[in-house]
């Protein structure tokens, strides 16, 4: 038997040996710990890192993680299919239009309303026949963003949205009235921006929110117009440019419709052409006002997207005045909807027109506009 003596150095002696043990093994480097968040099987990984909820609470035995997700993949820049801001000048003006403001039909319209005048209402030479017109679609459309664009700024907003474009920039600047630029502005700035344009001297009626029927879902519409005309008598032709003709006075577009986009490509192109043949002066003009980017040319890129089978097919007919004549209601075509005479110019007291107080009277337009100043 072990005496107590030898016992007592036999344990100091164990102890010793297992204290030198433990001291010579070498603890892990803090460098290489890392702290991982768990992840929950039954959701995915994106749920865990977008939500703060999933994130692993702090318990104050381990540090919180201050990036308990992997960092961002880091992109290669040589193999990126990100495309160039520039266009390749082999493409068709319409093809990079639709490159630079591309159409989404089910998207929202944006909540902007454009009008365009020499002044703004800040100014004291805004005249007062105008200002409740002004003033009539802002209290319609509360929280919508207004804007009344003078014709200086104008020049600079358009060389802001189309720099890319640089034709339609130099078309734009080469006008040489300003009711041409007022006409072309309106599609650029619906083509680039979207919303309703409206002239200067439009009243407001009813909030664009009234403007459609019920049962038409705005996510499979992207363009609003109203008749201008719809004159049924055999010398139409001696005061309209079209038997129907579709107003461009009020207008509500998603941006980079294709109407849009044809018609500022349209004038674009007529518009260089004309000043490459010296035509671009007032007394030279090889069309008229509305032929050049007035009511008719409007309304011709209206029919023209409605018989292009890409966009839409009518049972094998084409969509012609007949369509639309007479029309009483709202009527939708493919993604267009087409709104009737009173909608746009009611007391007019001609063509079917109702009176202002019609429950299908949104817009009065006064008349009042002389843009050749």
């Not at 579709?246 to 500022?264: E, M, N, S, Y």
Request: proline share 9%; with cysteine.
């Amino acid at each position: 038997m072990l005496s107590f003596r030898k016992t007592a150095i036999l344990a100091a002696f164990l102890l010793t040996i297992f204290y030198l043990l433990h001291a010579s093994s070498p603890a892990p480097p803090t460098s290489q710990i890392t702290l991982t968040t768990p992840k929950n099987p039954s959701k995915p990984e994106a749920d865990v890192t977008s939500s703060p909820k999933s994130t692993p609470q702090s318990t104050g035995a381990l540090p919180q993680a201050t990036r308990p997700y992997p960092p961002p993949r880091q992109v290669n820049k040589q193999n990126s299919p990100q495309q160039p801001l520039g266009e390749s000048p082999s493409k068709s003006l319409r093809d990079q239009l639709q490159y630079q403001f591309p159409y989404d039909r089910e998207g929202k319209f944006p909540a902007y309303i454009w009008q365009t005048w020499k002044v703004t209402p800040a100014s004291g030479e805004f005249g007062d026949n105008f200002r409740p017109a002004e003033a009539s679609w802002t209290e319609k459309h509360p929280g919508f963003i207004h804007e009344v664009v003078t014709d200086k700024a104008a020049v600079l907003l358009m060389r802001h949205l189309y720099g890319s474009v640089p034709e339609v920039v130099e078309a734009y600047n080469s006008l040489p009235l300003p009711v041409l630029k007022a006409d072309f502005f309106r599609y650029l700035i619906l083509l680039a921006r979207g919303g309703i344009y409206t002239d200067i001297d439009t009243t407001a009626l009813k909030s664009t929110t009234d403007w459609l029927p019920t049962e038409v879902s705005r996510s499979t519409i992207g363009l609003i117009i109203g008749i201008e005309a719809d004159p049924n008598r055999a010398d139409w032709k001696d005061w309209y440019s079209r038997r129907v003709q579709f107003c461009q006075w009020t207008i509500q577009a998603k941006p980079g419709h294709p109407v849009l986009r044809d018609i500022v490509a349209t004038i674009t192109e007529d518009t260089l052409r004309m000043k490459k043949l010296g035509l671009l002066k007032e007394k030279k003009l090889d069309k008229s006002v509305m032929e050049f980017t007035g009511p008719a040319v409007w309304t011709d890129a209206v029919y023209s997207y409605l018989n292009n089978p890409s966009y839409y097919t009518m049972d094998g007919k084409n969509v012609t005045w007949e369509t639309f004549t007479g029309m009483e209601t709202a009527k939708k075509v493919g993604d267009v909807v087409v709104l009737p005479i009173t909608s746009f110019s009611p007391g007019v007291q001609q063509m079917g027109a109702k009176e202002p107080d019609d429950p299908m009277a949104f817009v009065r337009h006064d008349f009042e506009g002389d843009t050749s100043v």
